[in-house]
């Protein structure tokens, strides 16, 4: 069977989560000015339709807590009512919280389990059927390059992020046959408020603007993976291929915490 072929807006309607802030935001004006109407989701109603006001006619405001996934179900009900059918989607929301190993905080951990696997996980369940009755979709899932391997304060996060790359490639295995496009991108650091809790260095950073920019690219093409800047995600692609003994090493001095506390 060839590869499935990206989704188009001929295709339906494009559903965006965690559209509110940071790369989903920047990505609305990205897909409208590729043709697309976007259904745009997050947790803040007012941001939503602050957004879906500057683009009257192509953009949607449909706020929903992904941690709810009765509540992820029924949004999808109303956005295919609304709308016709979902044909892409791009599982975007996330939080990133800092955890210290000397003082970690099992809330912080829960949260972030909660919103970004738990969320995910519920967008799944409600597209995939759909999805697969049409024999035709494109999920695309918002992971990171932390999912390549351990970094420091990312425990909870980087754990997430490498469970997002696992289910997209399982997805991307199963729903091949019915003509569903699962692809997973994996960005180094993006200039987000997420990033002001990062005391290491973050070389290469890109925008929320480019990063959009590459995501939008990258969805028009049949590739799995999505990842930017390659200068970087792939050097870190090599260093996690070393024995784990050496890249922990490595990552730990690279990052800073190879030195003694103060």
């Not at 009512?81 to 190993?101: E, F, K, M, Q, T």
């Not at 995939?128 to 494109?138: A, L, Y």
């Not at 695309?140 to 990312?154: D, E, K, L, Q």
């Not at 997973?184 to 950073?205: I, L, R």
Request: proline share 6%.
């Amino acid at each position: 069977m060839s590869t499935p072929e990206p989704a188009k807006p001929i295709d339906g309607v494009c559903w965006l989560t965690g559209a509110s802030s940071g790369i989903g935001e920047a990505l609305v004006a990205d897909l409208v000015n590729e043709g697309w109407r976007v259904a745009i989701s997050a947790r803040s109603e007012d941001k939503l339709k602050a957004l879906a006001d500057k683009h009257p006619g192509k953009v949607f405001a449909y706020a929903v807590d992904i941690t709810d996934d009765q509540a992820v179900a029924e949004t999808v009900t109303r956005i295919e009512a609304d709308h016709g059918p979902i044909a892409r989607a791009v599982l975007n929301a996330g939080v990133y919280i800092s955890i210290n190993a000397e003082s970690p905080s099992f809330e912080d951990y829960a949260r972030t389990f909660d919103v970004n696997l738990k969320g995910a996980a519920a967008c799944v369940c409600a597209l995939t059927p759909r999805m697969c009755e049409r024999r035709s979709g494109q999920i695309v899932i918002v992971s990171s390059a932390t999912a390549f391997g351990g970094m420091p304060t990312s425990t909870a996060y980087g754990a997430t992020k490498a469970g997002l790359l696992n289910m997209a490639e399982g997805l991307a295995i199963e729903l091949h046959r019915y003509g569903v496009l699962v692809q997973c991108v994996t960005p180094g650091f993006v200039d987000t408020p997420a990033q002001d809790d990062n005391a290491f260095p973050k070389p290469f950073m890109v925008s929320a603007e480019i990063a959009a920019a590459r995501i939008c690219k990258g969805m028009g093409r049949k590739g799995f993976e999505i990842t930017f800047p390659k200068r970087f995600t792939w050097a870190l692609k090599l260093i996690y291929a070393l024995p784990r003994d050496w890249h922990i090493a490595l990552v730990r001095k690279q990052t800073g915490w190879n030195k003694p506390p103060e």
